[in-house]
């Protein structure tokens, strides 16, 4: 019975990525400048330059496997941590690390919601 369950949810598409497949659909036929898709999350601009600095700078400083490595289902505590301060300071805030539970996209969050 679930293994049936399963097998139909894997066989169709969710909605987002419907919308994702008609947004790459419509790309080709309009062109990509005239399509903005929202639906996945996907990043439509390069990232600056100080991430791709950063990236470099972390992989040749920090252990590559911790660095892409799985965290605390709550994710990192120091991430975590680092967040609270700075509200904390910029905003007078009394907020700790407990209070984050940080994802990988807005699905995520609104199921964790």
């Given at each position: 019975?679930?293994?049936?369950?399963?097998?139909?949810?894997?066989?169709?598409?969710?909605?987002?990525?419907?919308?994702?497949?008609?947004?790459?659909?419509?790309?080709?036929?309009?062109?990509?400048?005239?399509?903005?898709?929202?639906?996945?999350?996907?990043?439509?601009?390069?990232?600056?330059?100080?991430?791709?600095?950063?990236?470099?700078?972390?992989?040749?400083?920090?252990?590559?496997?911790?660095?892409?490595?799985?965290?605390?289902?709550?994710?990192?505590?120091?991430?975590?941590?680092?967040?609270?301060?700075?509200?904390?300071?910029?905003?007078?805030?009394?907020?700790?690390?407990?209070?984050?539970?940080?994802?990988?996209?807005a699905a995520a969050?609104?199921?964790?919601?």
């Open positions: 019975m679930w293994n049936e369950k399963m097998r139909e949810l894997g066989a169709r598409r969710s909605v987002i990525r419907e919308l994702f497949e008609y947004g790459k659909q419509r790309k080709a036929e309009i062109g990509a400048e005239n399509v903005f898709d929202f639906s996945l999350g996907n990043p439509s601009v390069p990232a600056p330059d100080t991430v791709k600095e950063t990236l470099i700078r972390l992989l040749s400083e920090r252990d590559s496997v911790a660095l892409h490595g799985y965290t605390s289902a709550q994710g990192d505590a120091g991430v975590r941590g680092a967040i609270a301060e700075y509200l904390n300071y910029t905003y007078d805030a009394d907020v700790t690390a407990d209070c984050f539970y940080l994802t990988a996209g969050s609104l199921t964790v919601s």
